[in-house]
Each structure stands twice: as C-alpha cells, then as structure tokens.
C-alpha cells in the first residue's frame, strides 16, 4: 500500500455549502450553509436526525447529487496528493478530473447493500471495472487486484465469489464486497454513509471492526455519516452535529460526548436509553418533530424544540457558527 | 432454472390446448356439419344426396359420434399432419394455407424487429430526460400511434401511396416473384417489401413498449446502485447504458409475450388492407364462406406459432436474467 | 410560533399560513384526486372531448339531419359540400342546392350542385320529424335548412356508395361505437374484479388457476379468435342481437388486464397493516373488503377500466369494417369504414375515411382521460 502523504491543510474542507432541490411544490434546502474539516488519517462521524442533509453532503461532495438538486452555493476544498488544492464544486461533475477523483480519491459506501450492487452483474464485473477505471491494467491484473480486494475485507473463498452474483451473498458480505469496490483503488477518503444501518448488530460490531482496521493499514481518512451515537462513539475522533442542512455544532468525539454544547446535542445525548438510567423512568425525548422542508421556521432552525430558546433572539436572527474555544465549534446564540 | 424452463413448457403445451379447443369449437360452431354443407355445395352443383348417403357419409366421417369423440379424432390427424380438406377450394388444407403462414411469421418478426429497434432508445431517452421537450414529443407521436388502429394506419398509407405516388404499395413481392419458387432473389424482393408493413404493424406496439420502458427506467434510475455506479467514477452515459438499462431491458423482453399475439392478430387485418399473401385475407374468406375446417385451422396454427415464439421469448429471458438463471426471485 | 413550526413531515396536514396548504390539511382523497387530475391538461382536453362525444350519441337525432339509412344511388359518391358564410357581406349561410342533370357520357342520371340558386341554412331549425330518446317527438336539427328538404340538399359530409349522407350516418355511428364499448367494458369490468378479487384475496390453488387462464387467454392472438366466433354467429340475427354478441364476445377475453389490475392491488393491499388491524378487531372477510380494501383501489379501478375503452372500441370497429361485426343496417364507425377497404374507391373519394377521424380522436381522449386519471390517482406511479 502506498503511504498516504499528509499535510498540513485538512484534507477535506467544506466551506459553506447550500444544495437546493428545486421542485414545483416548492425549495427545499437540504444542506443550508456546512462547514467542516477532515483531518487526514482520522475519523469524521456527522449525526444527526433523518432528513438533516447529511446523505446530501456526501452526495455533493462526490458531486452525484440527483436532479432536481443542485449545489447553489460554497467550496468543497480537496488536498490533493500532490498538494495542491482542488474545489470539487467548480469542476464539472461528468468531467474526467471530478470522475477520476471520484472512486480514484474518493471512495464511497452505501448504506443498502440488498441495492447497492446491480442484480443483473457479478461482484466481479463490478470491482473490476471499478479497478480498470482508475488504474491502468488489464483484464487479468485487475481480476487478480480484485481477488485480493475481496481478500483484504474478509471474504472467503474470493476466487469463487468474484463470479458471484449480489443475490448470492449474505448482507454482511455483501457490504464487505461494497468496503472492497470503494477501496480498490485506494481513495485517501472514505466516505460511509450509514454502512452497518441495514445490518445486524454482530454483523455491524464486524464491520466496524473491519473499517477500523483498514484504516489503520492504509492510512486514509473516514467520513463517518450514521444517526447512530453509539457507532460515533466506537469509531470517531472528531464530531460533527447537523440538524436542517446546517452544523450546530462541531467537536472532538470526547467533548462532544462529555460535554455537549448545543441544546440538541444535549438532547439527542440524553434521549440515548442507558444502561445506568434510573428504571421505570420516562425516557427524554426532543418535543416536537422536524418541520416540513418547505416549512422552516424563522431565526435559528432548532428553537421551537429547543428548551433553552430565547424569544426575541431565536426567534428572529439565525446564529452561525462560531468557535467556542478548545477547537470546539457551536452554532448557538447562548454561545454568541 | 430448470423448473422454470418446466414450468413455461408446461404453461405452453396448456396454451395450446385450449387454442385446439376453442379452434375445433369454432369449427363446430355453425349451425350443420360439413356433410350439411357438402349436400350443399353438391346441390349447387347440380346433384343431389339422398338421406341414406348424407347418413352413410356422417358414418364414416365419423359425425355421429359424441363431440369429445371428434375432437380426439381431429387432434389425431392434426398431430399427423393431415388438416382437413378446405372446401371452397377442394384441395388440401395445408396446401392452401402453404407459404402464407410462414409469411406472416415474417412481417410479425420484422414488425416486433422494428418496434424493439425504435422503442428502445426513445424509452431510454425519455427516461433520461423525463418531462423535457423531446419527451413531450415523443410521447404525443406515442399516443397517436396507439390511437390509430393498425388497419386505419395502412389504410392511409395505402391512400398516400396510391393518390400522390400512383403506386400500390400493398403486397409483399413484386408481380414477377409473386409466383415464383423460393430463390435469393426472391427473399431480397421480399426485404425491400418489408419496411411498410412491418411500420403499420408495428406502431402501436412501438408506443406501449416506449412507455414501458420510460416507466421501467425511470423506476431503476432512483434505486441505488445506479448512485453506487456513479461513485466508482463512471461517466454518465456508461453508468446509464451499463446499469438500469441492462435491469430495465428484462421486463421489456418479457413483453415479447404479449407482443407476438398482438402483432399477429393486427397483422390479420392490415394484410387484408395491404393485400400481402398472408394468412389474413384467406382467413377472412374461409369465415365467410364457412369453410370452418380451413378457418379453424387457420386459428388453431396461428395460436401455436404465436405460443412457440412466446416460448422462444421466456428462453431468451432466461438467458439473459441471471436471476431466473440461478432460480432466485421466485421466478 | 411554536405550534406552526411543529408539524409532522409524514401526513400533508401542514398547518402554515398558506391558505393552499390549508385547503389540502383537509381535503378528501376524491377532492385530492380531482386536483391532482385537473392540472394533467391534456386529461382535461381528453374529457372534455369525450363528454362532446357522447352528447352526440344522446342526441344523435339533433346531430343529424336525415334519416342515415335514405338512399338513391343516384346519389353516391358525392363530395362533401360547402357551406357558404357569407351571402353577400352579411352573415347568412347557405348552401348550393343540388339538381339532377344526364351526364352527357353515360347519360346517367347524376346530381350536380346549382350554383343559381341559394337554400338558407338554419341552426337548431326545424327539419324531419323524431323521436327524441324513444318517445318525445321532436323535429328541431342541429342544422337544417329552409324551404328545402334536407335529405335533397345537405350533404356536409359527401355522401357513400349508397347515396347515403356520411354527416347523419356518422352521428348515428357514433352512437353505436361509443356505447358498444360502454357495455363491454361493464362485462369485463364485472368478470375482470370479480375473478381478480377472488384471485388476489384468496390466494393458493384458486390464485394459480386463474392466473394460468389469464395467462392462456393473454398469449391467443385475439382477433383471429374473435372473427371465428363472430362469424360463427347465425346471420339472421337481429341488428340487436348481434349488438350484444360482438358485446359479450369482446369482454370474454378483454376482461384479463383488468383481473390483473385487481389482482395485484388485492396483493399488496393484503399485505398492508390495516388489512391486519382489521382482522384483529374482528371484522368479517365481507366488511374488509368492501370497506377496507376496495375504497384503496377504485380510483385505479376507474383508470384501467378507462384506459381498457379504447382497445374495445378499436377491436369493433376493426370487425365491423371486415364485415364480421356488426352488419348493415347497423350503422357503426367500423360499418361506416367498409366502403373505405377498395382503395381505388377511396382514392376517388377521400371523405369516406371521416369516420376514421372519429375513431381516433375518441381512442386518444380515452387514453388521456384514462392516463390523468390513473396518474391522480397514485402519484408514485
């Protein structure tokens, strides 16, 4: 495995992005003005609820945001191994440099693995196109690239799977399968978008490990996207909170579990049920639900939830993202 | 897969069956037998038949005999090839059948040919580009392909030819081939004569397997391995072509099935219009005239042509649906 | 504020200060469909021709202005006539009436229109006497003319082999073709919910079997097998008679797609966790499915049983024109068209192919009709 080479910039910077999927019923703005870093060699975890745009970062980082949306307006800074720096929001999103980046630089796993995979082709088809895509081999050497793809995520046998079709493999496997397409080619991040979701939990504890473990092997960067605490606290260094397109708050994986800043970091830590919680007890819950997309409240996204809202300020001017020391970040007019 | 290839087979051979039955039905339907139509034609011809004789004949063709009875009689000599003897023409009925049910197979292949060839990337196309100009477009030529019935369709092809080209554009050979044992030259006559008819015939189809595949693709486009493609860095177009097209492509074959009948059965009728040498206008003269035993077996040969090729079709989707392949799916 | 922004993401009761909004909190699923079908413009179009169609078999007498089945062959194969507008600067139509000559070749008697004299036109004025829906004697036409016989000196539309007037034939055609497809479908409607019910609901050994006829009767190409049955029928029927024939015969193997459709909603209607609710509160099989299931799905009901006219309406005028369907003096679209098989005839006169316009403009207004109704009716589709 080549070593990754670092630097001293993050090696991902979103700056400010907005993604809008223009429809008739209406605008939505699925990702509202993110920003955040991923450190090389480390472990980003975004959480947040269903519906916070986080699906939606990664797809417009990877710039396969599907029509109606459009990324309208920010920087998707990528170091490059060279590094120089690329915005991945300016190239063209069929164009050669973005496709090259894209599966070459970046790589990318899903969160259904019944789906992910085209029911009609082999693992095999698949992995080596992907493999021949960005690297320039022939037909055997990336046969023999794959086998041992299959190989280093825990496939047995991945002579005998390669020809295989998805339908053949267990769910399990088959996000393995997924890990080996994303990293055939080495990318120097991953982005995993909910991967163990659709998973058992002894299945999920596997893959978990297994990303853990590649990691460390090769050095590269993980975008960690899951709604699931207890993953970001097994598998994180750093934490990112998104709630309404935009980040509430950003933080090491520590503070942000021993210390949460926000409100609704606060409640989402707290609705968590707890092996040390007194029994018999209500479990917290965050009042109310996510609004409508086409119907966003005034002032700051989460203060009709919020049980520290202050009327007169949340309700009318939208807090933005401001350091609060210590490397913490926090988007929060009881910060600002 | 091979309780699929089973299960069609069986489903084929039940097809056929019932094709055979409601074929003889028909063949019975009219009120009298073929010895009351025979008595007929003789005493049109002058001579009579005594009712000792009409008895005698119904004997010995085994007329008198209980429905069931005859009808295991004629699956008999069906199955040896013998068909009857069409009446109005008093020759053998697979004489005068003779070319033309093999022509018809022709002009339906190369209607279904044309459909596949148009419906194919139009759907796709559309699919890709849903709700944008061309799409509009062709889903009004669509609908006024489905709303013209394929004999109106030749009717005014017929027309346009006739009154601005002073050219009949019917028939399916050149007067000097019409005759003419088989030869090279005869089959190229044949392809130039195709075009027209196959276009009539296939319109209509072409508009129901445009929309199909629209629906069909668009369905693929939004599941997420198309997006999975997408991320490994393929281009836009291979990632289209190579994925939900070739997931989409196997519904769409699987309409042959319902294809062939329907381009048959137009082809009946648009042959008469365009006077092609199919089975069509004989079928046509033969129900008039009450030939039944022509008519019956005209119906009875085309269902089976038309269930072989539906067969046909189920193996070819077998081949090409790893899923059936591999007995997953619950195919 | 709080209570505006606190709305659920899943049900479209979005309480905002959008009074459109509103309206959809508390709409009905009829009222919904309705909304959702009015901005398909072309549904709307296709209706709206369709309801100008069947007025035209209502009031066919009104339409027409002769007896469609007067004729004198004298008379045949005249082109359509021109209705003159303007009668020196004012509005007053009128038409050439027509006066028989010898034609100098053949000395055969032939009619020619005589440009000397003018015969006023009247809309909604009076004209032959009929019976307006059986019984209530009329005489007001669509159009008629003054001081003249209409059935000597109308002929919008040109005239048939028969010297008949295509214009009153075509009404009358109308009728027929419309209404023909109307009581087809109900058959198959009938046959195709209630084996497709039984075969979705229930399931197992009676599911399969149906399913396999289905299955048989779908791969038979159908108009070979219509045309066998169809000239099985004994030729001295009535004109009634045969109506109903060619009726039933086409609905006994058009009532597979609709079984389908039902089939399938059953299916995955059963599936559904009210279904389930139901059955554990403990109401009988009966009451789920005529209240529970059946209200899901009528809206698809309506469009496949839309959509399904068309190919009715097609397959009868396609036997009526090989002269296998309905019969002289039956008057159908597809009766009206056999003049149009010899196409040197047809060439000579062209009108004859009118009533093919008829058919497909009603085939189209069916299928958009048919098209908004089902894309209402279930926005994933």
């Known amino acids: 495995m080549r070593p990754i080479p670092t630097f001293d910039k993050p090696l ?30 480390k472990t980003l975890a975004i959480v947040g609820e269903s519906g916070c745009g986080k699906s939606v970062t990664a797809q417009s980082i990877l710039r396969i945001v599907d029509r109606p949306g459009r990324i309208v307006d920010g920087e998707i800074i990528l170091t490059r191994a060279d590094g120089s720096q690329t915005d991945l929001v300016k190239l063209d999103a069929n164009g050669a440099e973005m496709r090259s980046i894209r599966g070459g630089e970046i790589g990318l796993v899903f969160q259904e693995p019944m789906t992910s995979f085209s029911p009609v082709h082999t693992i095999g088809a698949q992995l080596v196109e992907a493999i021949r895509l960005h690297n320039d081999v022939s037909k055997q050497e990336a046969r023999r690239l794959g086998i041992e793809a299959l190989r280093s995520v825990g496939i047995p046998k991945p002579e005998r799977r390669i020809d295989e079709y998805s339908f053949e493999l267990s769910g399990g496997l088959r996000q ?161 | 897969m091979v309780a699929y290839i089973v299960r069609r087979l069986v489903l084929a051979v039940m097809t056929v069956w019932a094709i055979s039955v409601l074929s003889f039905l028909i063949i019975h339907l009219p009120p009298g037998d073929y010895v009351t139509s025979y008595i007929a034609s003789m005493s049109a011809s002058g001579s009579a038949v005594s009712a000792d004789e009409a008895q005698a004949l119904r004997e010995q063709l085994g007329l008198d005999k209980p429905i069931h009875v005859q ?66 477009a062709f889903t009004l030529i669509g609908f006024i392909g489905l709303a013209i019935p394929g004999f109106l369709l030749a009717l005014v092809v017929m027309y346009i030819g006739f009154a601005y080209f002073g050219a009949n554009v019917g028939g399916l050979f050149s ?94 009728i648009v042959s008469l219009v365009l006077s092609l040498p199919t089975v069509g206008p004989l079928l046509l003269k033969a129900l008039i005239a009450q030939d039944m035993f022509l008519a019956g077996t005209i119906i009875l040969l085309l269902g089976v042509m038309t269930v072989i090729g539906t067969f046909l079709s189920d193996l070819l989707l077998m081949w090409v649906d790893p899923r059936i392949r591999l007995g997953r799916d619950g195919r | 504020m709080a209570d505006n922004a606190a709305a659920s993401v899943a049900s479209p009761a979005l309480d905002v200060a959008v009074a459109a909004e509103d309206r959809i909190a508390v ?251 139901a059955e554990l509160v403990g109401c009988s099989k009966a009451r789920i499915i005529f209240r529970h299931m059946v209200p899901s799905f009528v809206s698809h009901i309506i469009a496949a049983t839309t959509l399904a006219i068309p190919a009715i309406i097609i397959s009868e005028t396609s036997l009526s024109f090989l002269g296998l369907g309905l019969r002289p003096p039956a008057i159908s679209w597809g009766v009206l068209l056999q003049d149009a098989q010899n196409i040197q005839a047809l060439v000579i006169s062209p009108w004859l192919l009118y009533p093919a316009v008829a058919v497909i403009i009603a085939v189209l207004a069916f299928n958009f009709m048919g098209d908004g109704i089902r894309d209402a009716a279930d926005p994933y589709l």
């Open chain 1, 176 to 336: 393995r399968a997924m890990i080996a397409v994303a990293l055939s080619c080495d990318p120097r991040l991953l982005i995993a978008d909910e991967p163990t979701t659709a998973l058992d939990v002894t299945t999920q504890a596997q893959i978990l490990d297994l990303l853990r473990t590649l990691q460390r092997e090769r050095g590269m960067a993980i975008m960690l996207i899951t709604h699931n605490l207890g993953v970001v606290a097994e598998m994180a260094d750093d934490v990112v909170v998104m709630y309404l397109g935009r980040v509430v708050e950003q933080g090491s994986v520590d503070a942000i579990f021993h210390d949460p800043k926000h409100p609704y970091t606060k409640a989402l830590l707290q609705s968590i049920p707890s092996i040390e919680s007194v029994p018999k007890q209500k479990l917290p819950t965050i009042s109310g639900s996510i609004p409508h997309p086409f119907n966003r409240p005034r002032g700051c996204p989460f203060h009709p939830r919020c049980v520290s809202a202050m009327p007169g300020r949340c309700d009318t001017a939208d807090p933005t993202l401001c350091e609060i020391g210590d490397g913490r970040k926090a988007s929060c007019f009881l910060y600002s």
């Open chain 3, 27 to 277: 709409a009905t699923q009829w009222q919904l469909i309705w909304w959702r079908f009015r901005k398909h413009k072309l549904a709307v179009g296709g209706t709206v021709v369709l309801i100008a169609f069947y007025v035209v078999a209502l009031f066919a007498d009104f339409f027409a202005y002769v007896d469609p089945t007067e004729s004198e062959a004298q008379r045949s194969l005249m082109a359509p006539q021109d209705i003159h507008w303007f009668d020196e600067g004012a509005f007053r139509p009128y038409v050439h009436p027509l006066k028989g000559t010898r034609d100098p070749k053949t000395f055969k008697r032939v009619y020619v229109p005589d440009t000397t004299a003018k015969v006023p036109v009247k809309f909604f004025g009076h004209g032959d006497p009929y019976l307006f829906l059986g019984f209530i004697p009329a005489d007001r036409h669509l159009i008629a003319v003054e001081g003249a016989k209409a059935s000597e000196t109308l002929f919008l539309l040109g005239t048939d082999t028969h010297g008949r007037d295509l214009w009153s034939r075509l009404m009358y055609a109308t009728r027929t073709s419309m209404t023909i497809g109307l009581v087809s479908v109900a058959l198959s409607l009938v046959l195709g919910v209630i084996l497709g019910g039984v075969s979705g609901y229930f399931g197992g050994t009676v599911d399969t079997v149906i399913q396999r006829v289905i299955e048989i009767l779908r791969s038979i190409p159908t108009i070979p097998l219509w045309m066998g049955l169809a000239a099985a029928l004994p030729s001295d029927w009535s004109v009634v008679q045969m109506y109903f024939a060619i009726t039933i015969i086409i609905s006994l193997i058009g009532w597979t797609e609709l079984a389908r459709v039902v089939r399938g909603r059953f299916i995955s209607l059963k599936q559904e966790d009210f279904v389930m609710a």
């Open chain 2, 71 to 136: 009808y295991a009689k004629w699956m008999g000599l069906i199955l040896q090839g013998n068909f009857g003897m069409a009446m109005e023409w008093g020759r053998p009925v697979a004489d005068v059948i003779g070319d033309r049910l093999m022509l018809t197979m022709v002009i339906s292949v190369a209607a279904i040919v044309f459909t596949w060839g148009l419906a194919l990337p139009i759907g796709i196309y559309s699919a890709v580009k849903p709700y944008s100009i061309a799409d509009y």
């Open chain 2, 175 to 268: 007067p000097d081939f019409a005759e003419a044992p088989w030869s090279p030259a005869k089959l190229w006559d044949l392809t130039k004569h195709l075009p027209i008819p196959a276009i009539v015939l296939g319109v209509a189809g072409t508009a129901q397997l445009i929309r199909i595949m629209r629906s069909n693709l668009l369905d693929e486009l939004r599941k997420p391995y198309v997006m999975t493609a997408r991320a490994r860095g393929l281009s836009e177009y291979r990632t289209i072509m190579r994925y939900p097209v070739r997931v989409a492509l196997n519904p769409f074959i699987s309409t042959i099935g319902y294809l062939l009948p329907y381009v048959v059965s137009g082809s009946i």
């Open chain 1, 12 to 41: 991902l910077s979103v700056r400010n992005l907005r993604t809008s999927f223009f429809q008739d019923e209406g605008t939505t703005k699925a990702v509202d003005g993110a920003s955040f870093d991923v450190e090389p060699r």
